[in-house]
C-alpha cells in the first residue's frame, strides 16, 4: 500500500531581529571622526592618521556606550568640492549615511577653535539634517580646548559635548546628550521611569512629615506638634501609580536671624542640601497661616538653584476664607516671584489625603517641563514673531540687534540669544523674553536662563 510521504509544517519563522539605531559621526578632516568611531566600538576598526583625508568611504560596526547599543557609521571629511571629484563622492557617501541614521554626532577640533568649513557644514546641517544633531567638541582633555567648547556654541546645534575620544574622557557627557535620541535604545531613553526626586520644604510644623506619611499610607516619619521635629533630611522610595518616586522630607525653615541653635543651623543646611539634589520641590504652607514673607524667601531660594517649584496649600480642611485666602496667595506669589511665572498652586490636606494625587502629578509634569528641550526652528521662528511684534529700544538712536537662538541645555532650560549690542539690552526686554518662552513653549514654574552672546549671525552666510 502506498503511503504518501510524511510532511511536517514549514518551521514558524523567526522574528527579525530588532533594528539597531543608527549614529553617523560627521565633521571635516582630522577632527578626530575616526578616533571616536574606534572608542565607541571599542577596538581599532578605523585607520587613524594626522593627515586629513584618511577615511573615504563610510564604515559602520556595532558599537555601545554604556547601556546605549547602536550602529555607528564613520565617514569621510566634510569637504567643499566639484560633485565628481573623489571630494565630492565621498561626500555623498556621508550625505547618504546621514540620509539613514538616527542620530548624527557633528564632531569639531575644540583645540582648534571653530573653522570656517565648522561653521558651513553647521548651516547645512541645521537647513537639510532630517535627524537630531548632537555637537562634540573633540580634543577638549585639559585646558586648551574650553575656548573652542564655548566657542561652539556660535554654531547653533545646542550645547557642545566636550569629549576626548582618544583618552576616553566625556563620554557620560555624550551618553547623556544621545540617549534621549535614539529610538528604544535603553532605559535611559524613559525619564519617567526614573525616580522623581521630589523635596518637600517649608517652614516648621506646616505638616510636610504629615503629608509624606499619609502618601506612604504608614507614620514612616515621626509627627507631632512640636515644631522642629524633622532635623535630617530624609529620602523614601515609593510608587505613585507604577511611577519611583523618592521622597525627601526636610526640616522646618525658620528665618536665619531667628536661629540660635546649632543643631538647627545644620538642620537648615540640610534641608538646602536637599534642594539642590531634588529634580521638583513641593514648597507648603500653612492655610491657617496664609503665606509668610519666609515662604517667598525658601520659594525664591529653590528657583535660584535652578529647580522647579510647586506651592501647595496644606491643612486645606480646615482653612477659611478658601476664596479668598487662595486669590490671596497666587496674587502673592506672582508679586513675590517675578523671575517666574505662574507656579502651580494646589490644596491639599496631608491629614484627610484630599488633593495629594494633584500634588504628585503637578510634581512630574513641573520635571517633564524642567527637562524639556525646544527645538532650534522653533525658537528662531518664535524669536522673529516676538521682533516683529516688540522690537528692542534703541538707545541713542541704535538699534539692538537680536539674531538667533538656541537651547543651551536643560535643567533648567537655558538659552543663549545671540546678537549685537547686548551690553545696551534692558532687563525688562530680558525679562519680557523669559516670560515669552515661559508662555509659548509651556514651561509655566520652571525657571528659565537666558544667556547674552555677542556674535555673527550663525545663519549668515560666507562670502
Do not use: C
Not at 578626530?32 to 574606534?38: A, I, P, R, V, Y
Not at 477659611?320 to 486669590?327: A, G, V, Y
Amino acid at each position: 500500500m502506498h503511503q504518501a510521504p510524511l510532511t511536517a509544517d514549514p518551521p514558524a519563522a523567526a522574528p527579525p531581529p530588532a533594528r539597531r539605531p543608527r549614529v553617523v559621526i560627521l565633521g571635516r578632516p582630522n577632527v578626530g571622526k575616526s578616533t571616536l568611531f574606534n572608542r565607541l566600538v571599542g577596538r581599532r576598526l578605523a585607520l587613524v592618521d594626522d593627515r586629513p583625508g584618511v577615511t573615504r568611504d563610510r564604515r559602520e560596526a556595532d558599537a555601545r556606550l554604556f547601556d546605549l547599543k547602536f550602529v555607528a557609521v564613520d565617514t569621510a571629511g566634510l569637504e567643499e568640492a566639484e560633485a565628481e571629484s573623489l571630494q565630492g563622492r565621498m561626500r555623498r557617501q556621508t550625505e547618504a549615511a546621514l540620509a539613514t541614521a538616527d542620530a548624527a554626532l557633528f564632531v569639531i577640533d575644540a583645540r582648534l577653535g571653530l573653522t570656517e568649513a565648522d561653521r558651513h557644514f553647521a548651516r547645512w546641517l541645521r537647513q537639510e539634517a532630517r535627524v537630531p544633531v548632537v555637537l562634540v567638541a573633540n580634543k577638549a582633555e585639559g585646558q586648551a580646548g574650553r575656548p573652542g567648547v564655548l566657542e561652539a556654541f556660535e554654531l547653533g546645534l545646542g550645547e557642545p559635548v566636550a569629549v576626548s575620544a582618544a583618552h576616553g574622557e566625556g563620554l557620560a557627557d555624550l551618553h547623556a546628550a544621545l540617549a534621549p535620541l535614539l529610538p528604544s535604545a535603553s532605559p535611559a531613553a524613559e525619564p519617567d521611569q526614573k525616580p522623581l526626586q521630589l523635596a518637600i520644604v517649608g517652614r516648621p510644623n506646616v505638616g510636610k512629615s504629615t503629608l509624606i506619611n499619609r502618601l506612604l499610607g504608614e507614620d514612616r516619619l515621626l509627627t507631632g506638634p512640636e515644631a522642629g521635629i524633622t532635623r535630617d533630611a530624609i529620602r523614601v522610595p515609593w510608587q505613585f501609580r507604577g511611577r519611583p518616586v523618592h521622597l525627601i522630607d526636610t526640616a522646618g525653615q525658620r528665618r536665619r536671624g531667628r536661629i540660635d541653635d546649632p543643631l538647627e543651623e545644620l538642620a537648615v543646611r540640610d534641608a538646602q542640601r536637599a534642594i539642590d539634589f531634588a529634580e521638583v520641590v513641593a514648597l507648603l504652607l500653612d492655610s491657617t497661616r496664609g503665606l509668610e514673607a519666609q515662604d517667598l524667601r525658601i520659594a525664591a531660594r529653590v528657583l535660584d538653584e535652578g529647580r522647579p517649584l510647586v506651592v501647595v496649600l496644606n491643612k486645606w480642611d480646615v482653612a477659611e476664607e478658601r476664596s479668598r485666602l487662595f486669590n490671596g496667595v497666587r496674587e502673592a506669589l506672582a508679586r513675590g516671584l517675578a523671575q517666574v511665572k505662574d507656579v502651580p498652586l494646589l490644596t491639599a490636606s496631608g491629614l484627610t489625603g484630599r488633593g495629594l494625587d494633584a500634588v504628585i502629578e503637578a510634581a512630574f509634569a513641573q520635571r517633564e517641563r524642567w527637562s524639556r528641550r525646544v527645538p532650534t526652528a522653533r525658537l528662531n521662528r518664535w524669536l522673529e514673531a516676538v521682533l516683529a511684534r516688540h522690537p528692542p529700544p534703541a538707545p541713542g538712536g541704535r538699534r539692538i540687534r537680536l539674531r538667533y537662538i538656541t537651547q543651551a541645555r536643560t535643567r533648567p532650560p537655558t538659552f543663549a540669544l545671540f546678537g549685537s549690542r547686548l551690553d545696551d539690552l534692558p532687563g525688562s526686554y530680558v525679562r519680557f523674553l523669559i516670560n515669552g518662552l515661559s508662555g509659548e513653549f509651556d514651561l509655566a514654574g520652571v525657571p528659565i536662563r537666558l544667556h547674552l552672546r555677542r556674535t555673527a549671525n550663525p545663519f549668515e552666510r560666507s562670502p
